[in-house]
C-alpha cells in the first residue's frame, strides 16, 4: 500500500493535539512539517495583532526574528499576503523589499531572499496570521507548491485553533487586545512596551504576573537598573480590575525631598512658596487605578510615614490643609535597593516595607535570561530599522556571540542603547551597496571589556565601564590610585541611579555638596 507523503507528514501533527505541550512547541513542529513537504531555506508562522505581524514560530530564521514586529506599513510583501484570499507568489525579480532580507541563517556572504511566498491563515472568516516560506534559490517554488501551501494552511488554520481552544488563547487575546487598545488611547496612539523572553526566568516572572495581577495586592518589585520594572508594574496594572482607571508613575528618586510630599499628597495655595493655588498630588490622580512608585527606596523618613498612613487607611492630606481626601488607589513599588537592609540600617521604616511588600517580585537581571538577549536585540533592531528607514538589519554570527557572553550590568536598558549604537556604527562603516541589507557585527557593538586603570580618567573612558576594578599601573602614586578608584566607584553608583546625584549621594552616604565639589575636583563634572 502507497503512503501518501502529505499525509504521513500531517497525520503526527493530528496526533499532537492528543499529548499536552506548550502552544510554542507545536507551532515549532508545524513549519517542520511545512518545511519537509515544501523544501525551503526558512519558514516562519505570524499572527496579526492590529496593524503589525508577531512571529510566534520561525525555521531557519535567526532567533531575534522572533523579537521583532512586523508593521504592515512598512513590509508590503507582508500586506499584500494578509489581504490576499489565498496564497502569494512573489517572483524573483519582484521589487517589493523581502522582511525576512538577512535573517536566514547559516547563510554567508547570500543574504537576500530571491523566492518566497506565503498565505493567509483565517479563523472563523478572519485574518489570523501568515505562514510564509523563503528560498535563496531562484525558481524554488511554482504552482504546485502553491497548492500545496494552500492546503497546508487550511490545515495549520485547524491546528491554531485547536491550540487557542485548549489553552483558552481566544479570551486572552480579546483580553490583550482591548487593553492594548485602551493603552494606545492613552498614550496618544502610540503602542505599549511589550515584555519579550522565552527564557526559564522570563517564564517564572510571567507566571508570578498572571497570579498577583488581578489581586488587589500591594507588590514591591526588586531587581538591578535597567531590568525593565517599570515594564513590569505596566503589566501588573493591565492584568488587574484597575486597568481601565489610570496608571501613575512618579520617579521617588528624581525628586527633591523638599517636593516630594507635595508630588505625593498635593498642596493647597499658599502652603510653600511658589505654590499659586491647589494642586493635586500623585495619589489623588490615581485614584480608582493604580499609582507606581519608582526606587521608593530613596523616599525620605518623614514622607515614609505619611505614605503608610495613605496606604493603611486610604486617606491623605494635602500640604498646608487639614481637609482629608480619601482614594482607593493600589500602590505597585519598585528599588534597585536591597530595603531589608536599608531597614536594618534605620533607613527605611520596617512597616512601611512590610505593607509595600504584600507580594514581594524579583525581575531578573539580563544575564540570567540565557538567550532573551537575542530576542530583545531583535525588537530594537526592528524599532532602529523603521526610524532611520532602513531595509533591513541583521545580526552577524559574531554579533549574536558577542551579545550572548556579555555581562550586561545594565540589563536590558543598556542593551537597547547599545543596540542603537551599533546600528549608527555600521552605518558609518558599511559601503553604500551594503546598506540595503545592513549587517551589525562585533565590531559595531563594540562592547566594553574590563580595563585596567593606569591614568587620570582612564576610569571613565567609557561609561559602561564604570565599576570595572581598578589597577594602579606602574610608578602611580597612592593619590592618584585613589583619585582613580574614586572616580571610577562614583561613576559606577551614577550610572545605577541614571545620573542622578541626589540618590548617588545618599547611596555613598555622603554631603551632596560635598559630592559635587569631589566630582569636579575629579573631572567627573
Request: charged share 25%; with cysteine; glycine share 10%.
Amino acid at each position: 500500500m502507497t503512503t501518501n507523503p502529505f499525509m504521513a507528514e500531517v497525520i503526527p501533527l493530528i496526533d499532537d493535539l492528543a499529548n499536552e505541550m506548550p502552544a510554542a512547541q507545536r507551532y515549532q513542529r508545524l513549519l517542520a512539517v511545512l518545511r519537509r513537504l515544501l523544501p525551503c531555506d526558512a519558514a516562519a508562522l505570524l499572527q496579526l495583532d492590529g496593524e503589525q505581524l508577531v512571529p510566534l514560530a520561525v525555521d531557519g530564521l535567526s532567533l531575534d526574528t522572533l523579537g521583532r514586529r512586523f508593521l504592515l506599513a512598512e513590509h508590503p510583501r507582508l500586506a499584500q499576503l494578509v489581504s490576499a484570499a489565498g496564497p502569494v507568489h512573489f517572483p524573483p525579480g519582484c521589487e517589493l523589499p523581502d522582511p525576512y532580507d538577512g535573517l536566514v541563517e547559516s547563510v554567508h556572504g547570500q543574504l537576500e531572499v530571491h523566492d518566497c511566498m506565503g498565505c493567509v491563515l483565517r479563523l472563523d472568516e478572519q485574518v489570523w496570521g501568515l505562514l510564509t516560506l523563503d528560498a535563496l534559490q531562484p525558481g524554488s517554488f511554482g504552482t504546485v507548491e502553491l497548492a500545496r501551501l494552500e492546503a497546508f494552511a487550511r490545515l495549520a488554520a485547524v491546528i491554531v485553533r485547536t491550540v487557542q481552544r485548549i489553552d483558552q488563547l481566544a479570551r486572552q487575546l480579546r483580553e490583550q487586545q482591548r487593553d492594548a487598545e485602551q493603552w494606545r488611547a492613552v498614550a496618544g496612539g502610540q503602542p505599549e512596551a511589550e515584555m519579550i523572553g522565552q527564557s526559564t526566568a522570563y517564564k517564572t516572572l510571567r507566571r508570578e504576573l498572571r497570579l498577583v495581577g488581578p489581586s488587589e495586592l500591594g507588590v514591591l518589585i526588586s531587581g538591578e537598573t535597567g531590568v525593565g520594572k517599570e515594564l513590569v508594574a505596566r503589566q501588573i496594572h493591565r492584568l488587574s480590575a484597575r486597568a481601565e482607571r489610570p496608571l501613575v508613575v512618579i520617579n521617588c528618586a528624581a525628586l527633591p525631598d523638599t517636593l516630594v510630599e507635595s508630588e505625593l499628597f498635593g498642596h493647597v495655595r499658599g502652603a510653600f512658596t511658589g505654590a499659586v493655588g491647589d494642586r493635586r498630588g500623585r495619589f489623588e490622580l490615581a485614584d480608582g487605578g493604580s499609582l507606581f512608585l519608582d526606587e521608593v527606596g530613596e523616599l525620605p523618613l518623614p514622607v515614609q510615614a505619611k505614605l503608610l498612613r495613605v496606604l493603611q487607611s486610604g486617606q491623605l492630606q494635602r500640604v498646608g490643609s487639614d481637609r482629608e481626601h480619601h482614594v482607593d488607589v493600589r500602590v505597585i513599588a519598585a528599588t534597585n535597593r536591597d530595603l531589608a537592609s536599608e531597614v536594618r540600617a534605620g533607613r527605611f521604616r520596617a512597616d512601611l516595607y512590610h505593607r509595600l511588600g504584600a507580594y514581594p517580585l524579583r525581575v531578573p537581571p539580563l544575564r540570567e535570561r540565557e538567550r532573551d538577549v537575542l530576542l530583545l536585540a531583535g525588537s530594537f533592531l526592528e524599532q532602529a530599522r523603521g526610524r532611520l528607514g532602513l531595509r533591513g538589519l541583521r545580526l552577524t554570527d559574531d554579533a549574536r556571540q558577542a551579545l550572548l557572553g556579555y555581562d550586561w550590568p545594565g540589563n536590558v536598558r543598556e542593551l537597547e542603547h547599545l543596540i542603537g549604537r551599533a546600528v549608527l556604527r555600521a552605518q558609518a562603516q558599511g559601503s553604500e551597496g551594503a546598506r540595503r541589507i545592513l549587517s551589525v557585527d562585533a565590531r559595531a557593538l563594540d562592547l566594553p571589556l574590563p580595563v585596567a586603570v593606569s591614568g587620570a580618567g582612564a576610569a571613565l573612558a567609557s561609561p559602561e565601564t564604570a565599576g570595572s576594578p581598578v589597577i594602579a599601573g606602574p610608578g602611580q602614586g597612592l593619590k592618584q590610585a585613589l583619585d582613580d578608584f574614586q572616580r571610577g566607584h562614583i561613576a559606577a553608583v551614577l550610572q545605577r541611579h541614571d545620573g542622578n546625584w541626589a540618590a548617588c549621594a545618599r547611596e555613598l552616604a555622603v554631603d551632596r555638596a560635598n559630592l559635587h565639589r569631589l566630582a569636579r575636583r575629579l573631572g567627573l563634572k
